[in-house]
């Protein structure tokens, strides 16, 4: 499967840490994208990191992305109560007709 | 701002019953797709479709049908619903350039009995 994959499954952190998700894939990419999803909602877009950058920040969140090693992280610093949900990475691999593949995502729960 | 509006948030059908799930966005995008989530499984792309009356098979597309008549409108289809449909399942759209940011309705979650 060409499926990205994140780490951990589930993470529990407490409200003001830093939370660390990871994501790996198997094959060359265009662009990675991380999604949030709120419990019973859709997916709304984060971050989308190509494939010659690095790192990339929008607010509290920091992506970063290694091709060398085929995996990308996203960082959520100072975390608050509404960063509970699921995080997705979408990866739009090279020669896949273009379509976007989800990894089966990390539950976020940020503990009061 | 985009809006992907999915026409039932909550749906009980019988199996066999012909079922119809219905996206429209509102932004004048090229690109629909049609995704279901399951727990353990993350979300996997039915169909998809670049144009109006085209469609294109994702990685799960057996039981499943489409049809986009319209720009804005992009339906999903099944012809006899089996309990193993019972999902959530996610319209989503885009303009056609590279990269595809998706904008995510919120979701059609089906019980199929």
């Known amino acids: 499967s060409q499926q990205g994959e994140e780490d951990p499954q589930a993470l529990s952190i407490q409200e003001g840490e830093n939370a660390t998700m990871n994501c790996s894939y198997k094959?060359?990419?265009?662009?990675l994208q991380w999604y949030r999803q709120n419990s019973g909602r859709g997916l709304v877009h984060l971050i989308l990191?190509?494939?010659?950058?690095r790192e990339k920040h929008s607010g509290r969140l920091r992506v970063t992305l290694d091709t060398s090693k085929k995996s990308s992280s996203l960082l959520i610093t100072a975390s608050r109560a509404a960063d509970t949900a699921s995080y997705f990475c979408a990866t739009e691999f090279m020669n896949r007709d273009d379509k976007i593949i989800f990894g089966k995502g990390t539950r976020l729960h940020i503990l009061p | 701002d985009v809006k992907v509006t999915q026409s039932s948030r909550y749906l009980v059908k019988r199996t066999g019953e012909k079922v119809f799930l219905e996206c429209v966005q509102d932004?004048?995008?090229?690109?629909m797709f049609w995704y279901r989530q399951d727990p353990g499984l993350g979300l996997r792309l039915i169909y998809f479709?670049?144009?109006?009356?085209?469609?294109e098979k994702g990685d799960i597309p057996e039981g499943y049908s489409v049809s986009r008549e319209k720009k804005e409108r992009f339906s999903l289809i099944l012809e006899s619903a089996s309990t193993n449909q019972t999902s959530m399942y996610l319209c989503?759209?885009?303009?056609?350039?590279?990269?595809?940011?998706?904008?995510f309705g919120e979701g059609s979650r089906l019980t199929v009995l």
């Open positions: 094959t060359s990419i265009n662009n």
């Open positions: 932004m004048d995008h090229e690109n």
């Open positions: 989503a759209s885009s303009l056609p350039q590279l990269p595809g940011e998706l904008f």
């Open positions: 479709s670049y144009d109006v009356k085209m469609k």
């Open positions: 990191i190509r494939s010659n950058e």
